[in-house]
């Protein structure tokens, strides 16, 4: 039942040529503008992409950033073992398929992740001999390369195989303890079997300099290479925070890998930091894969700080409430591009102002006027309020008045500062003095 489904997708992402074609046609136009991180990457001859969770797709400045901003998605955890065959033989892909069909209507990539790994297994793969766990390994990976066949750019066939630490082995998992080295070289034949037009990676993280893990898994790939195992990239994960910080010799790792005869991409991207020393470190990541020739790509681990794994060390490009961090100016710049202080991307200070009347009685009401922050946070607002002769203001809490004959202007009092799209409100009481006419709200103004 799941190649029909895919294969339905891909008769509907057939029919959207129209917007796909559209949004490249976007996607070259921004290219001369490039005043966006997709297309400022396509100005090198490179992706930027971004991992992506499905169940955030409805969220409207998420996908607004996402699909302004990207040009390949990588499923967060949409694809991974657990997500997609929780049980044997038994496949799931409605989540990994929501954000492919998203990534796809807008012209963006994918980027597979992953399909053996220790991580996000489920515990029947656990349980298994060595022959039966080799057939299921082999049938996870036929299983979900075939329903995304064509489909997807790179997968990451292997994702962190290799131990932290000064020995360079190989980390204990269900594959290593009972199928032993070999079942990395399985895998990637298998992959490539599987989708021939995909490339293959192997990913892991604490590889980004030259230490001896990254020599470890250079000596695989080397190795690999010589004997003709398929492999086409490796994914250098850069996570990085003060405690492992983007090493000095980044670029120089990255390219003894590329001169290896592979490609090597940047898979989860994220800086713990704020500020003109996160950026600083951005800026060090892209100029390294800007330097090297067969860096193809950069993938940031995720679209805003909100959600990121690390939500605590804000170690992404826009902060929780979609605004571009110092960190994305950095990114920008350093790819060549230049930001539109003006552009769709910088929410302007704005905010709305709208009255109700809360109370009434026969001589006098109360009314009330809730203040709504714009696409961005605000530190005040002012409001104007009318009151028709001969009406006047009795009292008035929550903002402090101030008076040009019939017309109230009023600030906040302890409630200026809101969030963006947040609420406050104050109000106040009115002697109608004989006439029950509504006041007349003017604009907000925010700061
Ligand atoms: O979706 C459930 C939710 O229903 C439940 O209430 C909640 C309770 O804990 O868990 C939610 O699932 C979490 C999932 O992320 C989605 O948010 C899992 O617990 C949590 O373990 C999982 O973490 C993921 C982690 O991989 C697991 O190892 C992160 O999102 C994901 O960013 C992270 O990604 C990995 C890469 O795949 C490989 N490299 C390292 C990278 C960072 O750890």
Redesign the pocket.
């Known amino acids: 039942m799941t190649m029909p489904l895919r294969c339905l997708a891909r008769t509907a992402a057939a029919g959207l040529v129209a917007v796909a074609a559209l949004t490249a046609a976007g996607h070259t136009a921004e290219a001369e503008a490039a005043d966006t991180l997709g297309s400022a990457a396509a100005g090198q001859d490179r992706y930027f992409g971004a991992?992506v969770?499905a169940?955030h797709l409805g969220e409207a400045d998420y996908a607004a950033t996402l699909d302004r901003e990207f040009t390949s998605a990588t499923p967060?955890?949409e694809m991974?073992w657990d997500a997609t065959e929780p049980s044997r033989g038994s496949f799931t892909f409605a989540a990994a398929d929501r954000v492919v069909d998203h990534a796809q209507s807008r012209g963006m990539d994918v980027r597979g992740?992953?399909l053996v790994?220790h991580?996000?297994l489920p515990s029947w793969v656990g349980t298994l001999g060595a022959a039966d766990l080799r057939t299921a390994m082999n049938g996870h990976i036929n299983g979900l390369m075939g329903h995304y066949k064509g489909e997807i750019h790179s997968w990451d066939v292997v994702?962190?195989a290799f131990q932290d630490g000064g020995s360079g082995a190989r980390r204990s998992s269900p594959f290593q303890d009972r199928l032993g080295d070999g079942f990395i070289e399985e895998a990637f034949r298998t992959a490539r079997a599987a989708d021939p037009a995909a490339k293959l990676c192997y990913?892991d993280?604490n590889t980004d300099g030259v230490n001896a893990k990254s020599n470890a898994v250079y000596a695989m790939v080397k190795d690999f290479r010589s004997r003709g195992v398929p492999i086409d990239c490796v994914g250098f994960?850069s996570?990085f925070n003060s405690a492992s910080p983007v090493p000095a010799d980044y670029r120089q790792n990255l390219q003894r890998f590329a001169d290896l005869g592979v490609d090597v991409q940047i898979t989860?991207l994220d800086i713990e930091g704020s500020g003109s020393a996160q950026a600083a470190d951005y800026t060090k990541v892209v100029d390294a894969c800007l330097a090297v020739d067969r860096c193809t790509g950069i993938t940031v681990?995720?679209v805003t700080d909100k959600y990121s794994?690390r939500s605590g060390g804000t170690p992404l490009l826009f902060d929780g409430d979609y605004r571009k961090k110092p960190a994305y100016d950095a990114v920008l710049t350093a790819l060549g591009g230049s930001g539109d202080p003006g552009d769709p991307g910088d929410p302007t200070v704005s905010c709305t102002a709208a009255y109700t009347r809360t109370a009434d009685w026969s001589s006098g009401y109360n009314g009330q006027v809730t203040i709504t922050a714009g696409d961005a946070p605000i530190s005040s607002w002012t409001a104007t309020v009318t009151v028709p002769s001969p009406q006047s203001v009795s009292s008035l809490w929550n903002g402090t008045p101030t008076w040009t004959g019939n017309v109230m202007t009023v600030r906040p009092s302890w409630n200026g500062t809101l969030a963006a799209g947040a609420s406050t409100s104050f109000g106040f009481t009115v002697a109608k003095n004989g006439s029950g006419a509504a006041p007349t709200v003017g604009g907000c103004t925010a700061s």
């Open positions: 991992a969770a169940n967060e955890n991974k992740h992953t790994w991580s996000q994702n962190e990913n993280y994960q996570h989860e681990w995720g794994w």
